[in-house]
């Protein structure tokens, strides 16, 4: 083989072993969803308009009433202080120890998606029903699609106040296990009396863990 030919092979080899490497650099650093190779999606979540929030007729997020000042101490332990999350009812900031202070509280982490979450939440506004002003029912919508959240919520009936926690801050905070649904139940101080990781068979199933961990009949 003369000289020239086969210095013509070697650069065409190059080229090709160059260009293969390109063309996997390109499916490792982007899928076609455009997610990155950690895992962050690029995509935006869509906005959540007031005629969905109509729609959905939550009942509104507890507010402070005082009972959680910082000056207070009241919520000094709670792992939920510095927590802010948005009103699934208006979009409105809530500060989540500040405005569970005073009484006890179920909180209830779920997604849209899931399932045993979508037979759990009837019951729980059934169990809200009867509980009255004894404690605070909360959902905890654990994703960050709230459009779909409210959806779901609007087809299973379901009113109780909720708030969007899309970075799972809460889960995190309670120290509770990457699954859903998961219950928190929490002390007038805003302090975790039980994590709940199962999801509740009837009302009665929800009234006697309550009593048990809260001291609350209903």
Sequence with gaps: MRTGTWWRWVLLAVIVVVASGVAVWG???EDSDGNTAEGTKTRPVPAVSDQQRAAAALAACPQPSGAGDVDSGTTRDSPLRGITVDCLADGRSVDLAAALAGKPALLNLWAYWCGPCA???????????RAGDALTVLTVHSDPEAA?????LAGLDVH???????????R???GAPAVLPITVLLRADATVAKVVVRAFTSVDDIAATVDAELGVKA
Excluded: N, Y
Excluded at 148 to 152: F, I, P, S, T, Y
Excluded at 160 to 170: F, H, N, T
């Design 160 to 170: 109780l106040p909720g708030v969007q926690d899309a970075e799972a801050s809460i």
């Design 119 to 129: 037979e759990e939440l009837p019951l729980l506004q059934d169990f809200s029903d």
């Design 148 to 152: 779909k959240a409210l959806a779901r």
């Design 27 to 29: 499916v490792f650093g």
């Design 172 to 174: 995190t905070a309670v």
